[in-house]
C-alpha cells in the first residue's frame, strides 16, 4: 500500500472522529437495537479499518484497528451495495454456514452502506451482538438507513471546513506577503522618489542652463506622479487587507482650503500648459481628513488633465450648503462612452485614451473609497463634450444643529 494511500485512510478516520455527536449516535443505535458492539468501518477493495466504535462486548477493535476485510460481510456489501440484517444466523439460511457469523461468534448482524455526496462507497454502518435480535422492521431499517445518510453529510461538513481551514491559512499567508509589500511601498520606494523630488528642487534653485532647468523639472514632475501611484497602490493594498480608507477627522476649513490650493498650484507648476480655474467658497464648518479629501482632489484633477482638452480650460468647484459640502472637476474632451462607465470607479480600470498607457487604473478608485469613507459619493456626468466629477459628503453635524 503506498505511502499516500495509508495518509488518505488514516484522514478518514480522523474524519469521522470529528463528526460531532458520533459517539452518541453509537450510544442511540446500541440501546435501541439492543447491540453491544455497533462501529464505523471505512472499507476498501483490501481493507476494514475500525473508524469508531462502541464496544460492550470486548470485541476489541478501536479507532484504526483492522479486521481481514476477506473475513468480513462489509466486504460483501462493498461489492454489492445491498445491507445485510440478520435477526438469528440459525434461522439465515443465507448465513447459516458464512465464515463470518462462525469466526466472530455472533448471532445478530446488521450493516448499512455509508456512501459518500458523489456516489462513491466509504464503508458500513454496522452492528453486531452474540445474540439474537429483533432487527429485520422498519423503524430499525429506517433508523440505520438515516444514520447512514446522516454520517454521510457530515462527512461532507467536515471536508468543506477543513478546506475552508485551508484557504484561510493561504489567505493569511498572503495577507503577510501584502503586509511585505505595503511596507516596501511606504518605506522603500516613498524615501527614494523623496529624494529626487529634493534634489530637482535644488536643481530648480540653482543657477543653470535653460535646459538644465527643464530637466529638472521633468524630474521633479515624475516624482510627483509617481508619488501619486505609490499612494494609490498603498491604499488599494490596505483596503484589499480590510483596513479601508483610514481618516483623521477634523473641523479646520483654513487647512482644507489651504490643501486644496496646494494641489491646485502644483499642477499648474507641473503642467503649465494646462489651464485651470478655482472657485473656492468653504462657509460651514467641515468634519473631514483634509489630507484625503486633497488626495481624492488631486486623483480627479489628474484624471482631468489625461483627458481633457489641452487648450480647454479645466475647472475647479468647491462649495457648500448647510448640510452638504461639494467639490466638483470639470474638463472638456471626448464625452465618456457608455460602456466605460460602469467600470470607471472600479480598480485597475484604464481607458485606451493614449495620455493613460503609463496609468495603474487606481486613481478613480481610490477617490471613490475616500468618498465612502467619508459617507460621503463620488458621481460623473459626460455629455457634449463636458465631463465633470462631482464628491459630495454630507455635514452631519449641520443636520443634526438644524433638527436639535
Aim: proline residues 3%; aromatic residues 6%.
Amino acid at each position: 500500500m503506498s505511502e499516500e494511500l495509508a495518509l488518505n485512510l488514516k484522514k478518514d478516520i480522523e474524519d469521522v472522529n470529528e463528526i460531532p455527536g458520533i459517539h452518541s449516535l453509537l450510544n442511540v443505535i446500541s440501546s435501541t437495537c439492543k447491540m453491544k458492539f455497533v462501529a464505523v468501518a471505512r472499507v476498501t477493495e483490501d481493507r476494514w479499518i475500525t473508524a469508531v466504535s462502541k464496544d460492550d462486548i470486548e470485541f476489541g477493535l478501536r479507532p484504526g484497528d483492522e479486521l481481514e476485510v476477506g473475513s468480513t460481510i462489509c466486504n460483501e456489501i462493498r461489492e454489492h451495495h445491498i445491507p445485510v440484517i440478520i435477526d438469528d444466523v440459525e434461522n439465515n439460511f443465507i448465513f447459516k454456514n458464512h465464515h463470518t457469523p462462525k469466526q466472530y461468534g455472533f448471532k445478530s448482524y446488521i450493516s448499512y452502506p455509508i456512501f459518500l455526496r458523489d456516489g462513491s462507497f466509504f464503508g458500513t454502518l454496522c452492528a453486531l451482538d452474540p445474540n439474537p435480535a429483533k432487527l429485520n422492521n422498519e423503524h430499525i431499517k429506517g433508523m440505520f438507513e438515516q444514520y447512514a445518510e446522516l454520517i454521510s453529510f457530515h462527512l461532507e461538513s467536515v471536508q468543506k471546513l477543513q478546506n475552508a481551514s485551508k484557504q484561510l491559512q493561504k489567505q493569511r499567508e498572503v495577507a503577510e506577503l501584502r503586509e511585505t509589500f505595503i511596507a516596501i511601498l511606504g518605506h522603500d520606494l516613498r524615501n527614494p522618489v523623496g529624494t529626487a523630488r529634493i534634489c530637482a528642487d535644488m536643481l530648480l534653485s540653482a543657477n543653470l542652463p535653460e535646459a538644465s532647468k527643464k530637466q529638472a523639472e521633468i524630474i521633479k514632475s515624475t516624482s510627483y506622479r509617481m508619488q501619486s501611484l505609490i499612494d494609490n497602490l498603498l491604499d488599494f493594498a490596505k483596503g484589499n487587507l480590510g483596513d479601508g480608507i483610514n481618516l483623521n477627522r477634523s473641523k479646520n476649513n483654513t487647512k482644507l482650503e489651504k490643501e486644496i490650493r496646494e494641489v491646485v498650484e502644483e499642477f499648474r507648476a507641473l503642467n503649465k500648459e494646462n489651464k485651470i480655474t478655482t472657485a473656492i467658497s468653504i462657509t460651514e464648518t467641515v468634519n473631514c481628513d483634509s489630507s484625503r479629501i486633497s488626495q481624492l482632489f488631486s486623483n480627479l484633477l489628474s484624471n482631468a488633465i489625461k483627458h481633457g482638452t489641452l487648450e480647454e480650460t479645466i475647472q475647479v468647484i468647491v462649495s457648500n450648503t448647510e448640510s452638504e459640502f461639494s467639490l466638483s472637476v470639470i474638463n472638456q474632451g471626448k464625452t465618456i462612452p457608455e460602456d466605460y462607465r460602469a467600470d470607471l470607479f472600479k480598480p485597475f480600470f484604464k481607458s485606451k485614451a493614449q495620455s493613460n498607457e503609463n496609468g495603474l487604473g487606481l486613481g478613480l478608485y481610490i477617490a471613490s473609497e475616500i468618498a465612502k469613507a467619508h459617507n460621503g459619493s463620488l458621481d460623473m456626468e459626460s455629455e457634449n463634450g463636458e465631463t465633470c466629477f462631482t464628491f459630495k459628503m454630507p455635514l452631519a453635524q449641520n443636520v443634526e444643529s438644524k433638527i436639535a
